[in-house]
């Protein structure tokens, strides 16, 4: 089993800058693909980003691609999601998700899912 913990969420000002972290323990973090997700009041939960294993890859959803940035620190079993130039469309509550096996950017990719933080953007 892996746990997930998100954290730093919260309210900001369009233009604004947050950087999310997920804490995980439970499994070698180093073995796991990491991956963002978010989902607004009455939408889909959507990918944002993920990352592999060794940090070599990374891939966005053409909505962030530019503003966020996806890491992780395989020494302190952790991955952030760096978000600048926050949007109003941006609020949502974000999710991290692992998983050992392939890259993925769908819901079913992922086995293992966090309690989410709120990121509420104004105008």
């Known amino acids: 089993q892996v746990q997930l913990v998100e954290s730093g969420g919260g309210l900001v000002q369009a233009g604004d800058s947050l950087r999310l972290s997920c804490a995980a323990s439970?499994?070698?973090?180093?073995?796991?693909?990491m991956c963002w997700f978010r989902q607004a009041p009455g939408r889909e939960r959507e990918f944002v980003a993920l990352?592999?294993?060794?940090?070599?890859?990374?891939y966005y959803a053409d909505s962030v691609k530019g503003r966020f940035t996806i890491s992780r620190d395989n020494a302190k079993n952790t991955a952030y999601l760096r978000m600048d130039n926050l949007k109003p469309e941006d609020t949502a509550v974000y999710y991290c998700?692992?998983?050992?096996?392939?890259?993925?950017?769908?819901?079913?990719?992922?086995?293992?899912w966090g309690q989410g933080t709120q990121v509420t953007v104004s105008s």
């Open positions: 439970g499994r070698t973090f180093s073995s796991l693909i």
């Open positions: 990352i592999s294993r060794n940090r070599i890859t990374t």
């Open positions: 998700a692992a998983d050992g096996g392939p890259l993925g950017a769908t819901r079913l990719d992922y086995d293992y």
